[in-house]
């Protein structure tokens, strides 16, 4: 007799997860959209000022739709080390991206190509971590960003082959 009301339950937890799941999704989603239009910032290092403060908002977002509690100070530690130690070739070209903007012409073109897709591949990459993390019960003072960091550059590699989409219908807009 259990059964029936056993079942219906666990179907509900189902519908609540996924819709929390696909709130968290869209958004990263959206946060990257946003990331992608900070990276067009035109002076160089405030665009990773921008791209910084999204991200912050973004984490800051998901911890609210999973109920964490949100710390700034210990997401800029727990991002500088996760990004840090996986990401310094992405920061890396970056922070080039966004000098290369100092050269005449040419340098405009390569800023406007690069670093939306660098800010863009970052943030989807840093979002997907976070959600699974907190979809595991997670939260930021449990979260290991050494034990993490093969799961962000996995994150990363599929999202920078989005991003090459994704900041190509921008340039082109």
């Not at 100070?73 to 100092?102: D, F, M, N, P, Q």
Request: net charge neutral; charged share 20%; no cysteine.
């Amino acid at each position: 007799m259990l059964e029936p009301e056993v079942v219906p339950q666990k179907r509900a937890d189902l519908g609540a997860e996924s819709h929390r799941l696909l709130g968290a999704e869209r958004t990263v989603v959206r946060y990257a959209q946003w990331s992608l239009l900070a990276g067009l910032v035109p002076f160089s290092i405030l665009d990773i000022a921008a791209v910084t403060g999204v991200q912050v908002k973004m984490l800051h977002d998901l911890s609210g739709q999973y109920g964490v509690s949100f710390q700034k100070e210990r997401i800029k530690v727990l991002v500088g080390s996760l990004v840090g130690g996986v990401a310094t070739t992405s920061l890396a070209a970056g922070v080039v991206g966004s000098a290369v903007r100092a050269i005449p012409v040419v340098g405009s073109f390569l800023g406007v190509v690069t670093q939306p897709a660098i800010a863009y591949a970052t943030t989807v990459a840093l979002g997907r971590v976070f959600i699974s993390h907190f979809e595991a019960g997670g939260t930021l003072l449990d979260f290991d960003p050494i034990e993490m960091r093969s799961f962000y550059r996995t994150e990363l590699e599929k999202a920078e082959q989005d991003a090459k989409t994704a900041s190509a219908t921008v340039a082109a807009a």
